[in-house]
């Protein structure tokens, strides 16, 4: 193609371009011309065609359908679908729900929690499900084409010479080459290895006759003699071999055996395989021209042998017969599939893969491992009475590990408590006697066989985890210990650097006394911190070391001085002011592997990797806090219900009620009764040397202070069922340091004077509290203090109470929940309240009912990301019991709700767990309540309603996929459970859904083919979803009905649509036709009147007749369809085509289809297509093969328009946009690329058809012209249809693109590969001469666009591409009009 001027000369100017009113305006004027003749009568929506009635037809066939020796691509199998259980893995040895807890659970959130974390996963699975998508994801996988043998071309050997002239010499004629290569010895007694390859020199020479040897030497002295020689007089083929090394390649020889060579790279080895192919034709070329020279002399005997064998037989007899062989296995057998060479086949592409679905699993943020290894202090000496052992800290202390955020100013991690003390050291404190774990949970025998209470004592490794990693994240230390007067006092000795014995020998002595009194009490004494992260990406840092040992300012204790000190933490001028121990804490951080060891949760349930050797130290993991917001929150899946209790301060400057209140204890009890002799609950998880679980815990106390702060964290195990009893009962003790008994000695030593009780109820309004609370204080702790009540006036209701400071709030505490049974939302707990209500008698109101659907609007997002798969259980459950409709349509609205948020955040993936793993349709009793599918599917009509909200209506299209996997998910289970999948398709469900289906698949209709501008990713989400709920709904109902609601949805759209439109068209029907049983749902068969046909008699359909489409409903929309868009533009075009070819590769590579027989019965499916292409002959016959499109975009080039001078040109308007309304019609026709076969047309336009092969619209020598066309086809194969393969519809008569031409030629030769000859020789007997002309024109365009241009064609049009794309860049009117 010769490339046109940039800038045309005046004297080259065409007169339609002179009549133009502004220079470069062309194409605008094709456009605008193109509209008004499209937006025409001519383009008439093509008529629609009822389905065939599925069920009933293959009833009525059931014979002919069962003897059909491939009945299999007629009926879909019986095992299509089934429900299966899948049960639901955990990382523990034993359920983490507690043994008694679904018996105490009385409410019904805990209950439906508990059900939750307790069932297993419900599946439904489809046999073929792998072949329901694109031909991409077939199971086979399409495996990447081995490279196809190499070939010589003409066309590249002079390029070869060129190229090869360093290598490839000529001598008398002959070919030579040398270069490096590794011989392999090839016989059957030895194998090939890799080692037994030795590099040699080869050198190719041809000998004084003609003949060629390979010689082979050690190095590259070729003068010499060489090591062997191998005779390529002898070799019968060159072949490619990397089974043993890569870039090798075999030689196989007369006589069997081979010589295996390798080069080093693939280009080496191309060159050679390239060279030595060369020499054995140029061999065999020589002999058959020997052998016709032998004929012209008369010698009798060689007559005779050439009467009996031809001249390959006679040249090489072994290597003919060989060939033969492996000829004719080639077709049969190992033919490479036609469409492996289609580009489009090999790309990658997977927009289209659903997503991979898990189910709900525990997830965790970055894990950090932290062992502890060791705490010693500068004063150290030998603890032992006899002073034997070895020397030790002189004192015990108590170590407690967090993590702190100082980017968002809070504490992130529950408490590690750790006991470093050497086992002397422990020795002073006096034991305690430690009881097995009966704690809150009932833990089973079992798990007390696993976990061993001695091996739980002493924890030296925790496990913390960090859902939001970043540099300002604190691992801090606070040290504690045995009570004995201030800090400052405590801290002194070890603040000092000079000679310690005598101070440790003073300090171990009064260590020894505190210990043996005040044991049970501790106080603060020093802190430390180390950063953990390097990064933002959770990188560790792993290089950190704890900070120095700061002592413990006692007016800076709480979490929030904490927090500020850290602030500071990386300024040293501030630091260096704060009071060092000195000391070293030794604790390292790691990572934790996903198989890490002995393990136990925040409940103490031990993970699967457990093993019960009591030798093996147990790591704990520490809980954390996640931040409340949705996106780091997970689904619950496991039982966890603790409660962390944080006293923060006492205000008792002011009593009156006690003398001595200043050393002043807290402890900590959980009660479940306020009767006098009520016990304590042994629920609080105890610290180490203890019991695992403790009725009480003591928080630090701090000398001499009548307002002291606390900073302790008490955990606690609730029980599984709260109630009004259940409260926090705080008891204060003053605690008597002083031990001097000065004066009398019978005065008996009092350790501790209680002196104040205070209380708090842990449920208020049925939830847990968890806010800050300050309450008062009493002196006394009478027998039901839970009932007391102030009526005001003075008055009060309960016992009597003495209030300590007039009951003011003295006491300051706090509480945390981390349950995944108990929600703090309010809105949350009102509605599973009020279903309780209703469930167990109380009579369920509609408006009040719908007052408590509202109020889940206002739910936390983190709370209803938390409780997912209970609340949508719920509200199912709701929906199928509803008895009004605006019960149904606020509950749809509440999950709409739910799905757009957990959307909003990103959180897709857990709907799509929930919908394929969780959900399960409540077992069916048509008296009680109905199914999810039916009332869903009327309440989503209702919503979808035109007078409905709009934004709820959009929310619900935007992400409509969900709505449509439950109705399918829940007719599935409906079908199975209730044995209804053996009944026949139309009567497994009832009309009403029918109708219901039917309503909701019309009332989508406006809003995807209406909404589509306004809101685009509802629309085209909401054409997906509904394409892959009609595909599946193949599966469950009469098939009939689904073609009607797919043709009733098709016809929604219309020629001349917007492209946004076609998209979704196409969209739609790409999906539904990748169904996995998409060939039997065509039913591949005979249908014909009177007797039951055999496939043989079948009267093959070569043209869409309305009974093809109506009998092979699919296949024959789909071929309308394409046929209706190769009149649109080119992208509509492309879309067109490439569903219709996808489809195509994915028929020749499903391996359920691999037989010859199957492919050319599926090939009968698209014979019509014959039929199209003729129609488009003149469009397709482009036989330039251009490295540019002949015809990309709307419009055509401006050089290939050219008018014919019988029709009067246009002269200039006044104006460039308006047109003369008295434009002949026929010129508007061919300007836009659009010409009418059906109107009384001018000799110009009627030869429209027949344009030439370059691309111009008219030609103006007439050919054949379309009415005749026309008039002959209708006489010759489509008797039935009055007028071509579109009915009345437009003829395009512009060129196609190149990329469209050779899709749609890909198409037509596997329908002609795959074809039966009796089919194929039926086409020509009926086809018309025409016809088979275009038949043949189309086959000789294969020829043109799919032929080889060499190597040197190849590199020069890319060289050209590039070159376009800068000029692309370009203004357009200096480069080539619409590139």
Same mark, same amino acid.
């Given at each position: 193609?010769?490339?046109?001027?940039?800038?045309?000369?005046?004297?080259?100017?065409?007169?339609?371009?002179?009549?133009?009113?502004?220079?470069?305006? $062309?194409?605008?004027?094709?456009?605008?011309?193109?509209?008004?003749?499209?937006?025409?009568?001519?383009?008439?929506?093509?008529?629609?065609?009822?389905?065939?009635?599925?069920?009933?037809?293959?009833?009525?066939?059931?014979?002919?359908?069962?003897?059909?020796?491939?009945?299999?691509?007629?009926?879909?199998?019986?095992?299509?679908?089934?429900?299966?259980?899948?049960? =639901?893995?955990?990382?523990?040895?034993?359920?983490?729900?507690?043994?008694?807890?679904?018996?105490?659970?009385?409410?019904?959130?805990?209950?439906?929690?508990?059900?939750?974390?307790?069932?297993?996963?419900?599946?439904?699975?489809?046999?073929?499900?792998?072949?329901?998508?694109?031909?991409?994801? &077939?199971?086979?996988?399409?495996?990447?084409?081995?490279?196809?043998?190499?070939?010589?071309?003409?066309?590249?050997?002079?390029?070869?010479?060129?190229?090869?002239?360093?290598?490839?010499?000529?001598?008398?004629?002959?070919?030579?080459?040398?270069?490096?290569?590794?011989?392999?010895?090839? %016989?059957?007694?030895?194998?090939?290895?890799?080692?037994?390859?030795?590099?040699?020199?080869?050198?190719?020479?041809?000998?004084?006759?003609?003949?060629?040897?390979?010689?082979?030497?050690?190095?590259?002295?070729?003068?010499?003699?060489?090591?062997?020689?191998?005779?390529?007089?002898?070799?019968?083929?060159?072949?490619?071999?990397?089974?043993?090394?890569?870039?090798?390649?075999?030689?196989?020889?007369?006589?069997?055996?081979?010589?295996?060579?390798?080069?080093?790279?693939?280009?080496?080895?191309?060159? /050679?395989?390239?060279?030595?192919?060369?020499?054995?034709?140029?061999?065999?070329?020589?002999?058959?021209?020997?052998?016709?020279?032998?004929?012209?002399?008369?010698?009798?005997?060689?007559?005779?042998?050439?009467?009996?064998?031809?001249?390959?037989?006679?040249?090489?007899?072994?290597?003919?017969?060989?060939?033969?062989?492996?000829?004719?296995?080639?077709?049969?057998?190992?033919?490479?599939?036609?469409?492996?060479?289609?580009?489009?086949?090999?790309?990658?592409?997977?927009?289209?893969?659903?997503?991979?679905?898990?189910?709900?699993?525990?997830?965790?943020?970055?894990?950090?491992?932290?062992?502890?290894?060791?705490?010693?202090?500068?004063?150290? +000496? +030998?603890?032992?009475?006899?002073?034997?052992?070895?020397?030790?800290?002189?004192?015990?202390?108590?170590?407690?590990?967090?993590?702190?955020?100082?980017?968002?100013? =809070?504490?992130?991690?529950?408490?590690?408590?750790?006991?470093?003390?050497?086992?002397?050291?422990?020795?002073?404190?006096?034991?305690?006697?430690?009881?097995?774990?009966?704690?809150?949970?009932?833990?089973?025998?079992?798990?007390?066989?696993?976990?061993?209470?001695?091996?739980?004592?002493?924890?030296?490794?925790?496990?913390?985890?960090?859902?939001?990693?970043?540099?300002?994240?604190?691992?801090?230390?606070?040290?504690?210990?045995?009570?004995?007067?201030?800090?400052?006092?405590?801290?002194?000795?070890?603040?000092?650097?000079?000679?310690?014995?005598?101070?440790?020998?003073?300090?171990?002595?009064?260590?020894?006394?505190? +210990?043996?009194?005040?044991?049970?009490?501790?106080?603060?004494?020093? /802190?430390?911190?180390?950063?953990?992260?390097?990064?933002?990406?959770?990188?560790?840092?792993?290089?950190?070391?704890?900070?120095?040992?700061?002592?413990?300012?006692?007016?800076?204790?709480?979490?929030?001085?904490?927090?500020?000190?850290?602030?500071?933490?990386?300024?040293?001028?501030?630091?260096?002011?704060?009071?060092?121990?000195?000391?070293?804490?030794? @604790?390292?951080?790691?990572?934790?592997?996903?198989?890490?060891?002995?393990? #136990?949760?925040?409940?103490?349930?031990?993970?699967?990797?457990?093993?019960?050797?009591? *030798?093996?130290?147990?790591?704990?993991?520490?809980?954390?806090?996640?931040?409340? @917001?949705?996106?780091?929150?997970?689904?619950?899946?496991?039982?966890?219900?603790?409660?962390?209790?944080?006293?923060?301060?006492?205000?008792?400057?002011?009593?009156?009620?006690?003398?001595?209140?200043?050393?002043?204890?807290?402890? @900590?009890?959980?009660?479940?009764?306020?009767?006098?002799?009520?016990?304590?609950?042994? +629920?609080?998880?105890?610290?180490?040397?203890?019991?695992?679980?403790?009725?009480?815990?003591?928080?630090?106390?701090?000398?001499?202070?009548?307002?002291?702060?606390?900073?302790?964290?008490?955990?606690?195990?609730?029980?599984?069922?709260?109630?009004?009893?259940?409260?926090?009962?705080?008891?204060?003790?003053?605690?008597?340091?002083?031990?001097?008994?000065?004066?009398?000695?019978?005065?008996?030593?009092?350790?501790?004077?209680?002196?104040?009780?205070?209380?708090?109820?842990?449920?208020?309004?049925?939830?847990?509290?968890?806010?800050?609370?300050?309450?008062?204080?009493?002196?006394?702790?009478?027998?039901?203090?839970?009932?007391?009540?102030?009526?005001?006036?003075?008055?009060?209701?309960?016992?009597? @109470?003495?209030?300590?400071?007039?009951?003011?709030?003295?006491?300051?505490?706090?509480?945390?929940?981390?349950?995944?049974?108990?929600?703090?939302?309010?809105?949350?707990?009102?509605?599973?309240?009020?279903?309780?209500?209703?469930?167990?008698?109380?009579?369920?109101?509609?408006?009040?009912?719908?007052?408590?659907?509202?109020?889940?609007?206002?739910?936390?997002?983190?709370?209803? !990301?938390?409780?997912?798969?209970?609340?949508?259980?719920?509200?199912?459950?709701?929906?199928?019991?509803?008895?009004?409709?605006?019960?149904?349509?606020?509950?749809?609205?509440?999950?709409?709700?739910?799905?757009?948020?957990?959307?909003?955040?990103?959180?897709?993936?857990?709907?799509?767990?929930?919908?394929?793993?969780?959900?399960?349709?409540?077992?069916?009793?048509?008296?009680?309540?109905?199914?999810?599918?039916?009332?869903?599917?009327?309440?989503?009509?209702?919503?979808?309603?035109?007078?409905?909200?709009?934004?709820?209506?959009?929310?619900?299209?935007?992400?409509? /996929?969900?709505?449509?996997?439950?109705?399918?998910?829940?007719? $599935?289970?409906? &079908?199975?459970?209730?044995?209804?999948?053996?009944?026949? =398709?139309?009567?497994?469900?009832?009309?009403?859904?029918?109708?219901?289906?039917?309503?909701?698949?019309?009332?989508?209709?406006?809003?995807?083919?209406?909404?589509?501008?306004?809101?685009?990713?509802?629309?085209?989400?909401?054409?997906?979803?509904?394409?892959?709920?009609?595909?599946?709904?193949?599966?469950?109902?009469?098939?009939?009905?689904?073609? *009607?609601?797919?043709?009733?949805?098709?016809?929604?759209?219309?020629?001349?649509?917007?492209?946004?439109?076609?998209?979704?068209?196409?969209?739609?029907?790409?999906?539904?036709?990748?169904?996995?049983?998409?060939?039997?749902?065509?039913?591949?068969?005979?249908?014909?009147?009177?007797?039951?046909?055999?496939?043989?008699?079948?009267?093959?359909?070569?043209?869409?007749?309305?009974?093809?489409?109506?009998?092979?409903?699919?296949?024959?929309?789909?071929?309308?369809?394409?046929?209706?868009?190769?009149?649109?533009?080119?992208?509509?075009?492309?879309?067109?085509?490439?569903?219709?070819?996808?489809?195509? !590769?994915?028929?020749?590579?499903?391996? =359920?289809?691999?037989?010859?027989?199957?492919?050319?019965?599926?090939?009968?499916?698209?014979?019509?297509?014959?039929?199209?292409?003729?129609?488009?002959?003149?469009?397709?016959? #482009?036989?330039?093969?251009?490295?540019?499109?002949? %015809?990309?975009?709307?419009?055509?080039?401006?050089?290939?328009?050219?008018?014919?001078?019988?029709?009067?040109?246009?002269?200039?308007?006044?104006?460039?946009?308006?047109?003369?309304?008295?434009?002949?019609?026929?010129?508007?026709?061919?300007?836009?690329?659009?010409?009418?076969?059906?109107?009384?047309?001018?000799?110009?336009?009627?030869?429209?058809?027949?344009?030439?092969?370059?691309?111009?619209?008219?030609?103006?020598?007439?050919?054949?012209?379309?009415?005749?066309?026309?008039?002959?086809?209708?006489?010759?194969?489509?008797?039935?249809?009055?007028?071509?393969?579109?009915?009345?519809?437009?003829?395009?008569?512009?060129?196609?693109?190149?990329?469209?031409?050779?899709?749609?030629?890909?198409?037509?030769?596997?329908?002609?590969?795959?074809?039966?000859?009796?089919?194929?020789?039926?086409?020509?007997?009926?086809?018309?001469?025409?016809?088979?002309?275009?038949?043949?024109?189309?086959?000789?365009?294969?020829?043109?666009?799919?032929?080889?241009?060499?190597?040197?064609?190849?590199?020069?049009?890319?060289?050209?591409?590039?070159?376009?794309?800068?000029?692309?860049?370009?203004?357009?009117?200096?480069?080539?009009?619409?590139?």
């Amino acid at each position: 193609m010769s490339q046109p001027p940039l800038l045309p000369s005046s004297a080259e100017t065409r007169k339609f371009t002179r009549a133009l009113s502004k220079p470069g305006t $062309a194409a605008e004027l094709r456009q605008s011309v193109s509209e008004v003749v499209r937006g025409s009568v001519l383009l008439a929506k093509p008529k629609l065609i009822e389905p065939l009635d599925y069920e009933n037809v293959i009833v009525q066939k059931k014979t002919q359908i069962l003897n059909d020796c491939l009945r299999e691509m007629l009926l879909f199998p019986y095992d299509d679908f089934q429900t299966a259980i899948l049960r =639901r893995q955990g990382r523990y040895v034993c359920s983490t729900i507690p043994a008694n807890a679904q018996q105490e659970a009385q409410s019904l959130f805990v209950t439906e929690c508990i059900k939750t974390y307790n069932s297993d996963w419900h599946l439904v699975n489809y046999k073929y499900e792998d072949y329901s998508g694109e031909f991409r994801q &077939l199971p086979n996988k399409v495996a990447k084409l081995d490279k196809l043998p190499v070939h010589v071309y003409e066309v590249d050997e002079e390029v070869d010479k060129d190229e090869d002239a360093a290598s490839l010499g000529s001598q008398k004629g002959g070919i030579t080459k040398h270069g490096w290569l590794y011989k392999g010895n090839m %016989n059957s007694a030895i194998s090939v290895t890799m080692r037994s390859f030795k590099r040699r020199f080869f050198h190719l020479i041809q000998l004084g006759d003609g003949s060629y040897n390979l010689n082979f030497y050690k190095d590259e002295k070729i003068s010499k003699e060489p090591k062997g020689s191998i005779f390529l007089d002898s070799c019968m083929g060159v072949v490619q071999n990397n089974k043993v090394r890569r870039f090798a390649f075999e030689l196989k020889m007369q006589d069997k055996s081979s010589y295996l060579l390798a080069a080093d790279t693939e280009a080496e080895m191309e060159e /050679w395989i390239t060279t030595l192919n060369k020499i054995l034709q140029l061999n065999f070329e020589a002999a058959m021209q020997e052998k016709r020279n032998g004929d012209s002399h008369e010698d009798d005997e060689q007559s005779k042998i050439e009467g009996s064998v031809s001249g390959l037989d006679s040249y090489l007899p072994e290597l003919a017969k060989s060939t033969r062989e492996a000829e004719i296995k080639l077709k049969s057998e190992s033919r490479v599939k036609l469409f492996y060479l289609d580009p489009d086949a090999q790309k990658l592409d997977f927009s289209s893969a659903e997503p991979e679905v898990k189910p709900f699993e525990e997830k965790f943020g970055k894990r950090i491992l932290v062992k502890c290894n060791d705490l010693s202090f500068n004063l150290q +000496c +030998c603890v032992a009475e006899n002073e034997e052992g070895p020397t030790t800290n002189v004192e015990p202390f108590f170590v407690t590990l967090s993590l702190f955020d100082i980017k968002y100013n =809070r504490k992130i991690s529950a408490d590690f408590h750790v006991d470093l003390n050497h086992f002397s050291v422990r020795q002073m404190l006096a034991t305690t006697s430690p009881s097995l774990m009966n704690g809150g949970r009932q833990s089973s025998p079992a798990l007390q066989d696993i976990l061993h209470e001695a091996a739980m004592q002493y924890p030296k490794q925790g496990i913390f985890s960090v859902t939001c990693p970043h540099p300002d994240i604190f691992l801090v230390a606070r040290i504690e210990k045995v009570l004995q007067g201030s800090i400052t006092h405590g801290a002194e000795p070890y603040m000092k650097s000079s000679d310690s014995s005598k101070v440790a020998q003073k300090v171990l002595k009064n260590a020894k006394q505190a +210990c043996q009194r005040l044991g049970q009490y501790r106080m603060p004494f020093a /802190w430390a911190a180390r950063t953990l992260f390097k990064d933002a990406s959770g990188n560790l840092d792993k290089n950190a070391r704890f900070s120095a040992l700061y002592k413990q300012d006692s007016n800076k204790l709480s979490n929030e001085d904490m927090l500020k000190l850290l602030a500071d933490f990386r300024k040293p001028e501030k630091m260096a002011k704060l009071p060092v121990i000195l000391g070293n804490l030794d @604790i390292t951080i790691d990572s934790v592997s996903s198989d890490f060891p002995n393990y #136990v949760n925040s409940s103490y349930i031990p993970t699967k990797q457990f093993e019960t050797c009591t *030798k093996m130290p147990i790591t704990f993991e520490v809980e954390e806090f996640v931040p409340c @917001i949705p996106k780091h929150t997970q689904p619950y899946t496991i039982y966890n219900h603790h409660l962390y209790v944080y006293p923060k301060s006492l205000k008792y400057d002011s009593q009156k009620s006690f003398a001595k209140a200043r050393n002043i204890a807290i402890c @900590i009890e959980f009660k479940d009764s306020d009767e006098e002799d009520s016990q304590p609950l042994k +629920c609080i998880y105890g610290r180490p040397g203890g019991p695992v679980f403790t009725r009480s815990a003591f928080a630090a106390v701090l000398h001499h202070h009548q307002n002291p702060e606390f900073y302790d964290e008490i955990k606690i195990e609730l029980p599984t069922q709260l109630h009004e009893k259940h409260h926090l009962l705080f008891t204060f003790f003053h605690v008597s340091c002083d031990n001097s008994s000065k004066g009398s000695t019978k005065k008996k030593d009092v350790v501790e004077t209680q002196v104040g009780y205070s209380w708090l109820p842990l449920l208020k309004d049925g939830r847990v509290v968890t806010s800050e609370q300050h309450i008062p204080v009493s002196a006394n702790l009478p027998s039901g203090y839970l009932g007391y009540q102030e009526l005001g006036m003075g008055r009060h209701y309960g016992p009597e @109470i003495k209030w300590v400071d007039g009951s003011k709030p003295l006491l300051k505490v706090s509480t945390h929940l981390v349950s995944t049974v108990y929600t703090q939302d309010q809105h949350f707990h009102n509605f599973f309240q009020y279903c309780q209500k209703t469930e167990s008698g109380a009579q369920a109101l509609g408006s009040e009912l719908v007052k408590y659907l509202k109020s889940l609007h206002a739910m936390e997002g983190h709370v209803m !990301i938390a409780f997912l798969p209970t609340i949508l259980n719920q509200l199912f459950r709701v929906l199928t019991r509803a008895t009004q409709e605006e019960v149904a349509v606020n509950v749809t609205r509440v999950i709409i709700h739910v799905v757009a948020q957990c959307h909003e955040e990103g959180l897709e993936s857990h709907l799509r767990s929930y919908v394929k793993y969780a959900y399960k349709a409540e077992p069916y009793i048509a008296s009680e309540y109905k199914t999810v599918h039916e009332e869903l599917t009327k309440s989503m009509t209702t919503i979808l309603k035109p007078s409905a909200d709009f934004l709820t209506s959009n929310k619900l299209l935007k992400y409509s /996929w969900f709505f449509f996997e439950v109705l399918i998910k829940s007719m $599935a289970q409906h &079908l199975i459970e209730n044995s209804k999948v053996k009944l026949l =398709r139309n009567q497994r469900f009832p009309a009403s859904y029918h109708h219901a289906v039917e309503t909701v698949v019309n009332m989508l209709m406006p809003h995807i083919t209406q909404k589509f501008r306004d809101n685009p990713e509802a629309s085209k989400n909401a054409n997906h979803s509904l394409a892959v709920f009609i595909k599946r709904c193949f599966t469950f109902m009469d098939r009939g009905f689904v073609f *009607k609601q797919i043709n009733n949805y098709i016809s929604c759209f219309a020629p001349g649509d917007p492209k946004t439109l076609f998209e979704y068209k196409f969209e739609f029907l790409r999906v539904v036709c990748n169904h996995e049983h998409y060939i039997p749902l065509n039913l591949p068969m005979p249908f014909g009147k009177g007797r039951i046909q055999r496939y043989q008699d079948l009267q093959l359909d070569y043209a869409l007749t309305d009974e093809f489409c109506r009998n092979h409903f699919l296949v024959g929309l789909l071929l309308r369809e394409v046929g209706t868009a190769l009149q649109e533009f080119r992208e509509v075009r492309l879309i067109a085509i490439g569903v219709l070819k996808n489809l195509l !590769i994915k028929h020749s590579f499903d391996d =359920r289809y691999a037989s010859r027989s199957h492919q050319a019965r599926i090939a009968t499916l698209y014979l019509p297509l014959f039929g199209l292409l003729i129609e488009n002959v003149q469009r397709i016959n #482009v036989r330039d093969v251009s490295p540019f499109p002949v %015809n990309p975009g709307s419009t055509v080039k401006e050089e290939s328009l050219t008018l014919p001078a019988v029709n009067p040109i246009v002269t200039p308007q006044k104006s460039g946009s308006t047109l003369d309304a008295s434009l002949h019609k026929d010129l508007f026709g061919a300007i836009s690329g659009i010409a009418s076969p059906y109107t009384n047309s001018t000799p110009n336009i009627s030869s429209v058809r027949n344009a030439d092969s370059r691309g111009s619209l008219i030609s103006t020598d007439s050919g054949n012209s379309l009415p005749e066309r026309n008039s002959e086809k209708s006489n010759s194969l489509d008797k039935h249809q009055q007028s071509g393969t579109l009915g009345n519809s437009v003829v395009r008569c512009d060129k196609l693109d190149q990329s469209e031409i050779k899709s749609l030629l890909m198409c037509f030769l596997y329908i002609l590969k795959s074809m039966s000859d009796d089919a194929l020789f039926t086409y020509w007997n009926k086809a018309s001469a025409s016809e088979l002309m275009d038949f043949f024109t189309i086959l000789e365009v294969c020829l043109h666009q799919f032929q080889y241009m060499g190597k040197r064609y190849i590199a020069r049009t890319g060289m050209m591409h590039a070159r376009l794309q800068q000029l692309g860049s370009l203004d357009n009117s200096l480069t080539f009009n619409h590139m």
